[in-house]
């Protein structure tokens, strides 16, 4: 079993910036796959990033690249996601999710994950 909680979420204003982070806890971190999603009202939970348990490998939604950035330090067990230039359609609730895998790709549909926090509230006025 893998333990996940996320933090950093809060209220900002469009143009600014957030940093979440989620700590892993109950397995090796490091063959982790681990990403971000996020659901916001009245929408499907949709993929955000992903890193591969190497940290080599990343992915983002079209929606996020150029803005956010995902990272790991794996002798921390926390994966990170930094997010800039904010806009209102960046509110949701944030998840973080991990799989255990040895493969480095990354998966960016919720299936490829089978853990789950239990998500953290981004607002961005407008």
């Known amino acids: 079993q893998v333990q996940l909680v996320e933090s950093g979420g809060g209220l900002v204003q469009a143009g600014g910036s957030l940093s979440l982070s989620c700590a892993a806890s109950?397995?090796?971190?490091?063959?982790?796959?681990m990403g971000w999603f996020r659901q916001a009202p009245g929408k499907e939970r949709e993929f955000v990033a992903g890193i591969s348990w190497s940290g080599l490998n990343t992915v983002y939604a079209d929606s996020v690249k150029g803005r956010f950035s995902i990272s790991r330090n794996n002798a921390k067990n926390t994966v990170y996601l930094q997010m800039n230039s904010l806009r209102p359609e960046d509110t949701a609730v944030y998840y973080c999710a991990a799989q255990t895998t040895t493969r480095t790709d990354v998966g960016n549909t919720a299936r490829a994950y089978n853990y789950w926090g239990q998500g953290t509230q981004v607002t961005v006025s407008s």
């Open positions: 109950g397995r090796t971190f490091s063959f982790l796959l």
